[in-house]
């Protein structure tokens, strides 16, 4: 008999064993190693993170895009709407890719470049006011910039504007982004669009005051998708001179608490 076909019947419970479970549980383990330092092993994001502001700039304003997203479709838009509508400071349309391709890694990488870039404002003496707004997986740069520049320097005075935020941290914690959006600001709000599916982007935000505008895409009749709609909603605010300004209205804290809710029918515009 073939001496292998031998140690085979001798150890037939032990290679069904290998066959079965160990072997299959060594490499699931392999992938999930691999999985992890794929996903938090630490990068380099260099003048993304520290980006050129003009000097004397007392005011700033960074808008960060989402997943897979480009500039041009509504980052680049909202700055030039600000831009028209008389904004006083600097505006910032982040553009953050390569690093925010990934689904896995963007919220990852969107919370450090954002630490790192809210630190970067924060030591310049000059800048007062810093307005982050976020969509989707830009929610997390959002909140990055936020905990900066509360660790660089807190009196600074940070407001944060969450478009439809994706929850999911790491690909692993899915509610992680909906108990933490907001936590930090002086003001934050939130735009949502329910009949969005992605997890944690149709939900009302404990830390911020958050404004359903499903109705109003609806009566607008846009073909906007849901993710996409607060975006636009949120672009029609400023067109109008009526998006929220925690510098210009002290009472917004007041008027808009956090965990605070409502819902609209309309857009401004139409």
């Known amino acids: ?3 292998y076909a ?3 019947r001798r150890h037939w419970l032990m290679t069904l064993a290998w066959v079965f479970f160990i072997l299959p549980t060594l490499l699931f383990l392999l992938a999930s190693l691999a999985l992890l ?12 993170a520290r980006p050129v502001i003009a000097q004397d700039t007392r005011r700033v304003t960074v808008i ?6 480009r500039l041009e479709h509504w980052a680049a838009p909202l700055r030039s709407d600000l831009e028209a509508a008389g904004y006083q400071g600097s505006v910032l349309a982040l553009d953050w890719r390569p690093f925010s391709h990934s689904t896995l890694r963007c919220s990852v990488d969107g919370l450090r470049i954002g630490r790192e870039l809210g630190r970067h404002l ?4 000059d800048v007062e006011f810093v307005h982050a707004v976020g969509h989707s997986c830009g929610s997390f740069v959002v909140l990055g910039i936020c905990r900066g520049v509360r660790e660089a320097r807190p009196s600074l005075t940070v407001q944060t504007t969450y478009l439809d935020p994706v929850s999911i941290y790491g690909g692993l914690f899915w509610r992680w982004g909906v108990r933490r959006f907001g936590e930090c600001a002086d003001f934050s709000e939130a735009y949502i669009d329910t009949e969005d ?3 944690g982007s149709g939900e009302p935000l404990p830390n911020a005051y958050t404004v359903d505008v499903t109705a109003a895409r609806i009566a607008s009749g846009s073909d906007v998708l849901p993710h996409v709609w607060p975006t636009a909603y949120y672009r029609r605010l400023v067109a109008a001179g ?3 300004d925690l510098e210009a209205d002290k009472t917004l804290t007041a008027q808009r ?3 605070g809710f409502t819902a609209v029918d309309t857009a401004p515009g139409g």
């Open 64 to 69: 960060a895009h989402g997943l897979r997203d």
């Open 257 to 259: 608490p956090r965990g």
């Open 197 to 199: 599916t992605i997890p």
């Open 37 to 48: 330092l794929y996903t938090w092993w630490p990068r380099e994001y260099g003048a993304i």
């Open 122 to 125: 924060a030591a310049r003496t």
């Open 1 to 3: 008999m073939n001496p």
């Open 242 to 244: 009526l998006q929220p």
């Open 6 to 8: 031998a140690w085979l």
